[in-house]
């Protein structure tokens, strides 16, 4: 069973960086079919997605055109782990942050690709 | 980039009713790359139906998709109290940015 386990500070102050942790069990984040999402959820923008990263022989790196300036996901193999950072915030960063694995249900991309296991969520709110 | 428009907003409905919720693109997708994700109050989503059709491991047969094109629907027959939630559609498509729908509340009566 895939669990992902978030971490991180909850309060965060304008200007400075947003950091999150996901702890994989049950899967590798080097894994070959795998791929790691970092997504988030307000009341003004619904769910948007920000982010992922994945290897395939190599590390990819994708971003959200919206954030793509101040965003930056990371890899720690030896822990199994992968991290957010999001650069100079401002309120309206505020939003339940998610991370989520995103696979081939079944095995196969024919049978549909989907976020199929998720953190529990993680409330970050930036303000002073 | 494909927006995905949800309606109704809200469902008021009560046990044992079938329940209908629309998903329309804006522009014709593939199938294979439109989800469904349930959100209870304080939960995470948690993915219902993948390929349009096809219900995740541990679904509920009342929980059914279906569409093509631009126009997808995710019906819940004989509703049940536990259906309370935020329903959403997603296309997760080859590439990001994968979008997701406004989502529809579905409120048992």
């Known amino acids: 069973q895939v669990q992902l386990q978030q971490s991180g500070p909850g309060l965060v102050k304008p200007s400075q960086t947003l950091s999150l942790n996901c702890a994989i069990s049950?899967?590798?984040?080097?894994?070959?079919?795998?791929?790691w999402n970092w997504i988030r959820q307000s009341p003004s923008r619904g769910l948007q997605w920000l982010g992922r990263?994945?290897?395939?022989?190599?590390?990819?790196?994708e971003y959200a055109v919206s954030v793509k300036s101040r965003i930056i996901i990371s890899v720690d193999t030896s822990k199994n782990q992968f991290y957010l950072q999001l650069n100079s915030v401002t309120p309206d960063d505020t939003a339940v942050y998610y991370c989520?694995?995103?696979?081939?249900?079944?095995?196969?991309?024919?049978?549909?690709?989907?976020?199929?296991?998720w953190g529990q969520g993680a409330l970050v709110t930036v303000s002073s | 980039e494909i927006v995905l428009t949800q309606s109704p907003g809200t469902l008021s409905l009560s046990p044992g009713e079938r329940a209908t919720l629309s998903c329309r693109a804006s522009?014709?997708?593939?199938?294979?790359?439109l989800v469904w994700y349930q959100q209870k109050p304080g939960q995470a989503p948690r993915l219902l139906i993948h390929?349009?059709?096809s219900r995740a491991t541990g679904i509920p047969d009342r929980f059914s998709g279906s569409g093509s094109g631009t126009d997808f629907t995710l019906t819940i027959s004989r509703l049940e109290p536990e259906d309370l939630a935020v329903y959403y559609c997603?296309?997760?498509?080859?590439?990001?940015?994968?979008?997701f729908g406004q989502g529809t509340k579905l409120e048992i009566k």
């Open positions: 989520a694995r995103g696979y081939c249900i079944g095995g196969s991309c024919a049978s549909g690709p989907a976020f199929d296991y």
């Open positions: 049950g899967d590798s984040v080097s894994s070959n079919s795998a791929v």
């Open positions: 990263t994945y290897y395939r022989s190599k590390w990819y790196y």
């Open positions: 522009q014709s997708i593939s199938s294979i790359y």
């Open positions: 390929a349009a059709s």
């Open positions: 997603q296309h997760y498509g080859t590439s990001p940015p994968y979008t």
